[in-house]
């Protein structure tokens, strides 16, 4: 009996071993292939590609803005627009007074600190600020990863907006002071039409460069980005120190003009117009608008 009572026995204990052999392959398999799947994870997850510089940038330029507000502030852009201006005044100067010596014609006082900021590194040459600033507007488009695209519609629009933009100045000059041009003439010559014309277009080329698109960036970086100081706080004291030096330097030692107090105020005046001007339209429409004013300051006023 006791025999037979182990022989019963056996084959519970074998079915529950067998049971046993069956869960254990199981867990075996589960285990097996949750290692697997982990893997396969981790090696697909190895395996993908990082995202790089030119897909970010890629994007980047198919999501660029194409409205007019955004595109006149695109440094190629401005460089298409300004070109021309650049040309006729530097081309103009030098037809219209070939037999005159470079120190003897019409100059402006923009230029002439130009020449000396170059000099300092021993750098030399008439034509070296026209060519810094076209250098200077294709490095920063290169720098930008814009397209190589002109909207030739924009340019359009730049131009009367420049003119548009140059009404309030005119208002403001009756306000203020007396009419005058806002280019500071770095030496007292007898001018003709032709010069004032001339003149009026590269006052408006390089005292936006000067005093705009340098003083501006150099304070924003001072007083922002090394100073910590607030967005707000650090534009508007660029604005205001850049437009008390562009008032500054028409007159002497600097400039060819005497002091004169209202016109000193309204030229410090206009320097804070078209320091917002350029802040929030951009370098080309800060100059189309100096540009548009001077001329009209000169022959229509």
């Known amino acids: 009996m006791a025999r037979m009572g182990r022989n019963k026995a056996l084959p519970a204990s074998r079915a529950a071993w067998s049971s046993a052999r ?16 982990t893997a396969m994870a981790k090696r697909q997850h190895r395996r993908k590609p990082p995202k790089t510089q030119t897909k970010r940038g890629a994007k980047n330029r ?9 595109v006149t502030h695109r440094p190629f852009q401005c ?4 070109l021309p201006l650049v040309l006729l005044y ?9 037999n ?38 294709l490095v920063w488009h290169i720098a930008s990863h814009h397209p190589w695209k002109v909207s030739w519609s924009t340019l359009i629009g730049m131009a009367m907006e420049s003119i548009v933009l140059a009404v309030p100045l005119l208002l403001l000059n009756e306000i203020i002071g007396p009419s005058s041009p806002l280019q500071g003439a770095a030496r007292s010559v007898q001018t003709s039409a032709a010069d004032d014309l001339l003149l009026s277009v590269g006052a408006g080329i390089y005292e936006e460069l000067v005093f705009r698109l340098m003083v501006i960036s150099l304070l924003t970086l001072l007083l922002i980005d090394m100073g910590r100081a607030k967005q707000v706080t650090g534009v508007a004291l660029a604005v205001i ?38 802040v929030m339209r ?13 001329i009209m300051a000169s022959f229509f006023v």
């Open 22 to 37: 069956v869960g254990d392959a199981g867990a075996l398999r589960f285990a097996d292939c949750h290692g697997n799947h």
């Open 62 to 70: 198919q999501a660029l803005s194409e409205h007019y507000w955004d």
């Open 79 to 82: 460089l298409t627009f300004l």
């Open 90 to 98: 530097e081309i103009g100067m030098a037809v219209s007074h070939r």
């Open 100 to 137: 005159v010596p470079i120190d003897a014609r019409p100059g402006l006082a923009a230029q002439q600190l130009l020449h000396w900021f170059f000099s300092l590194f021993g750098a030399t040459g008439v034509y070296l600020p026209g060519i810094a600033l076209l250098v200077v507007l």
């Open 241 to 278: 120190l850049s437009s008390l030096l562009f008032a500054a330097h028409h007159y002497e030692p600097i400039g060819a003009d005497t002091w004169d107090a209202a016109q000193f105020a309204f030229r410090a005046a206009a320097g804070a117009y078209l320091a917002a001007v350029f």
């Open 282 to 294: 951009g370098f080309g429409l800060a100059v189309g608008c100096h540009v548009f004013y001077d």
